[in-house]
């Protein structure tokens, strides 16, 4: 009888441990960054809100120091021109492109009418 119970109890201990672990596993593969450059992430969910107008689409994306997103490159496949918004100090925004000055995980949104879309650097649209 003695042994079932030491049995039973080691394998809670394991089940506990190896759910720690899957913890501090899923933990370290959702804070990994998208491969993707930061450009072509604003590009990519600026083609998806160009395609649907009045909807707005809005992601987490990292940017590295020193990248650059111009109106010119997202209007390229679209035909849309791009109005831009920054809320933060870390993204400089001009009429025609935007500039990031320290490497950042931030929202991006977008919004797209018929003729234009705004992009919005830490706010939702």
Do not use: W
Request: neutral net charge; proline residues 2%; contains cysteine.
């Amino acid at each position: 009888m003695k042994g079932q119970e030491f049995t039973v109890f080691r394998i809670l201990i394991g089940a506990a441990f190896a759910f720690a672990l899957l913890l501090v596993v899923v933990t370290f593969l959702t804070n990994l960054p998208n491969p993707m450059t930061g450009r072509e992430a604003v590009r990519d969910l600026y083609l998806n809100a160009a395609r649907t107008p009045g909807k707005c689409f809005e992601n987490k994306i990292y940017f590295q120091e020193g990248e650059t997103i111009t109106g010119a490159d997202l209007e390229r496949n679209t035909g849309k021109s791009a109005s831009f918004h920054s809320n933060v100090d870390v993204v400089v925004c001009s009429s025609d492109s935007c500039f990031v000055t320290h490497k950042i995980k931030l929202t991006v949104s977008i919004m797209c009418s018929s003729y234009s879309c705004d992009v919005y650097f830490g706010a939702s649209c």
